[in-house]
Nanobody, 125 residues
Framework: QVQLVESGGGLVQAGGSLRLSCAAS????????MGWFRQAPGKEREFVAT????????SYADSVKGRFIISRDNPKNTAYLQMNSLKPEDTAVYYC??????????????????WGQGTQVTVSS
C-alpha cells in the first residue's frame, strides 16, 4: 500500500514558479512509476507528466513541455513537479499518482492505483 501526500501548491502570479512535492509512505516507492495530473474547474482531470521508477524515462503533456520538470528522489520517497513560467490556464488542483513500474506509458488515469488528495495551484494574471 502506498499513501501519497502532495504539498507546495498556492497562489502565484503569471510568469512565476512553484514546486510541488509528493511524499510517499511505504517501502515500495522506488518500484513505482509516478505521475502528475491536474483538474481545472469544470474540466476533466488531465495528464501532466510521468517519470519512471529510476527517472530514466520522462514524458510531459504538450501544454507543459519546456516549462515543467518532473523529478524524484527515491531515498526520500518523494516526487516533485517544478513549474516555471506559470500561466493562468495552469490553474487547477494537482494530483500525484503511483502506478506499477511496467503498467503502460503513464498517460492514462486508469494506469495508476494510488492517488494523493491534491493540492491547489492558482495562477493570477
Amino acid at each position: 500500500q502506498v499513501q501519497l501526500v502532495e504539498s507546495g501548491g498556492g497562489l502565484v502570479q503569471a510568469g512565476g514558479s512553484l514546486r510541488l512535492s509528493c511524499a510517499a509512505s511505504g517501502r515500495t516507492f522506488s518500484s513505482r512509476a509516478m505521475g502528475w495530473f491536474r483538474q481545472a474547474p469544470g474540466k476533466e482531470r488531465e495528464f501532466v507528466a510521468t517519470i519512471s521508477r529510476y527517472g530514466a524515462t520522462i514524458s510531459y503533456a504538450d501544454s507543459v513541455k519546456g516549462r515543467f520538470i518532473i523529478s524524484r528522489d527515491n531515498p526520500k520517497n518523494t516526487a516533485y513537479l517544478q513549474m516555471n513560467s506559470l500561466k493562468p490556464e495552469d490553474t487547477a488542483v494537482y494530483y500525484c499518482a503511483a502506478r506499477p513500474a511496467f503498467a503502460g506509458l503513464g498517460y492514462e488515469e486508469s494506469e495508476y492505483d494510488h492517488w494523493g488528495q491534491g493540492t491547489q495551484v492558482t495562477v493570477s494574471s
